[in-house]
């Protein structure tokens, strides 16, 4: 896999001066970045989030799904800790795109829950890949990692590629009532840890 970085940046955010760096793969038209806090090369235990991108709830703070709040809640611990990296990945509704991510929406607005309704569109629970993340610690030159996150088939799947992460650290994010039925999905079939 070629992987292509840019420059780095500086991205003043709400949460502190973060810096970021674009990167996509060579022949794909999906562009991802890396927000980050510290100098993180040679370093241990780098406070990071593997997010994959949900225009839904990071951009229009959509309710059906605790996707921005995560992110949000992410850049938050980073700046705390003047350390830590968010490696954004472009693919929306875990990879199927958002043009049929909105039609699964359309069918659970019938009363289909987020697996059966994607199922019923003819894809898997989960079509996301996480190879790309490992180039961008590479990048970094990130030793281990802390990985922000509830979901732990991202540990095992990170850990396959290669990445050390030495723990995990949960997200915790409180339910409402249009995402506590998404939640409980999640935490029941899906194995996440909420
Ligand atoms: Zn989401």
């Given at each position: 896999m070629q992987v292509k970085f840019s420059d780095t940046a500086k991205l003043p955010t709400k949460y502190g001066e973060f810096q970021i760096i674009a990167f996509n793969e060579e022949g794909s038209s999906h562009e991802h970045a890396i927000v980050f806090q510290g100098?993180?090369?040679?370093?241990?235990?780098v406070l990071t989030r593997i997010h994959s991108e949900c225009l839904t709830s990071?951009?229009?703070?959509?309710?059906?799904?605790d996707c921005g709040e995560q992110l949000d809640e992410s850049l938050r611990l980073i700046a705390e800790k003047k350390e830590g990296a968010v490696i954004y990945l472009r693919q929306e509704g875990r990879g199927i795109g958002l043009f049929n991510k909105i039609n699964a929406y359309a069918l659970q607005d019938q009363g289909q829950n987020t697996i059966e309704a994607n199922h019923s569109l003819g894809f898997a629970t989960d079509l996301r890949k996480f190879d790309i993340a490992v180039k961008a610690l590479e990048h970094l030159h990130v030793k281990s990692i802390v990985l922000l996150s509830n979901n732990p088939d991202k540990i095992s799947l990170l850990q396959d590629s290669g990445i050390p992460v030495t723990r995990v650290q949960p997200l915790i994010i409180a339910p409402n009532k249009f995402n506590i039925g998404y939640l409980t999905v999640k935490k029941d079939e899906l194995n996440h840890l909420l």
């Open positions: 100098d993180l090369a040679g370093k241990e235990d990071d951009v229009f703070t959509s309710l059906k799904c």
